[in-house]
């Protein structure tokens, strides 16, 4: 009587069919990695456009520095101007403004100006000028500026922003403004911004 034949072993060369569960691991793990395209193209897109050169500086001319009806010495008055620094569909909202007063000449002959930026240094109210008591008042928390831009009271927790200004051609210039924060002021730019690392556009739009 023959002894049974053992069975073949299975040839180990023969790969398997896939399971049900290394195929669903297959499926996970392209819909994550479509998932992460989605989201990391888009903000490498940001970063990278953000690294770019910074067109020139806007200067907004207000008007004649003789003219003393815009610039009465030792007066502080409110000038509104469009700011070239918007988007188009802003309308009224690109309007922004600064408070300028004359100091007249300085003992060198040179005309100086104080000019700030009419945005409270709290949360960014429009401060309102009292000629009366001679202070800065916003009407949101109460926040007051001496007429210097100093704080006086209130929440703020700085003074006025102050705007870079010059005189060029006799005509009165300041610089268009972005939003000022603590961090990024008009007379300082952040450091994250003038390394590129976030984007402010000067470009002029229409």
Not at 69 to 87: D, G, K, Q, S, W
Not at 119 to 139: E, R, Y
Request: charge should be neutral.
């Amino acid at each position: 009587m023959s002894e049974p034949t053992a069975p073949k072993p299975a040839d180990a060369s023969t790969p398997e069919e896939p399971t049900r569960r290394s195929a669903m691991l297959w499926i996970t793990g392209g819909v994550g990695a479509a998932a992460a395209a989605a989201v990391g193209v888009p903000v490498a897109g940001f970063l990278l456009g953000a690294v770019r050169a910074h067109p020139t500086d806007l200067w907004v001319p207000l008007g004649k520095v003789t003219d003393a009806a815009l610039f009465p010495v030792n007066e502080t008055r409110l000038h509104i101007f469009r700011n070239p620094i918007h988007e188009e569909w802003d309308g009224d909202s690109a309007k922004t403004g600064a408070y300028i007063r004359n100091l007249g000449k300085d003992e060198k002959g040179q005309q100086q100006f104080w000019v700030f930026s009419m945005i409270c240094a709290h949360l960014g109210c429009p401060v309102t000028w009292f000629p009366q008591s001679g202070l800065f008042m916003c009407p949101c928390h109460g926040g007051v500026y001496y007429e210097n831009g100093d704080r006086a009271s209130g929440p703020p927790p700085r003074g006025l922003y102050k705007m870079p200004w010059q005189i060029k051609d006799g005509e009165l210039q300041v610089l268009a403004p972005h939003l000022p924060t603590l961090q990024d002021t008009l007379e300082k730019p952040s450091d994250v911004v003038q390394l590129g690392i976030i984007k402010r556009d000067r470009g002029e739009r229409a």
